[in-house]
Nanobody, 115 residues
Framework: QVQLVESGGGLVQAGGSLRLSCVAS????????MRWDRQPPGKQRETVAS???????NYVASVKGRFTISRDNAKNTVYLQMNNLEPEDTGVYYC?????????WGQGTQVTVSS
């Protein structure tokens, strides 16, 4: 049963922007912390942005000032607005929902930034 579905990835030139969306199915979304993880080619997965159920956001240092995470609990959707993209932002981006030990993963969406 698919519960998180990402969209919005693609190929963009350095300096460009993309907006990722993740739609959740089911009744869990509003009580889960949500985050966006990414896995660059050949590297470990890392969390780039997270947001609490109440809307408090946190970012990894490398994306601060460029990425914005937001959520719309009425639409069961979390977003990642990515501006001023860099080639180092290339990777598969995963939407993740977590509440305690219950973790839900999306299938991932590819983001490729060309120099």
């Amino acid at each position: 049963q698919v519960q998180l579905v990402e969209s919005g990835g693609g190929l963009v030139q350095a300096g460009g922007s993309l907006r990722l969306s993740c739609v959740a199915s089911g009744n869990f979304f509003s009580t889960y912390a949500m985050r966006w993880d990414r896995q660059p080619p050949g590297k470990q997965r890392e969390t780039v942005a997270s947001i609490t159920p109440g809307g408090t956001a946190n970012y990894v240092a490398s994306v601060k000032g460029r990425f914005t995470i937001s959520r719309d609990n009425a639409k069961n959707t979390v977003y990642l607005q990515m501006n001023n993209l860099e080639p180092e932002d290339t990777g598969v981006y995963y939407c993740v929902g977590q509440r305690g030990n219950d973790i839900k993963w999306g299938q991932g969406t590819q983001v490729t930034v060309s120099s």
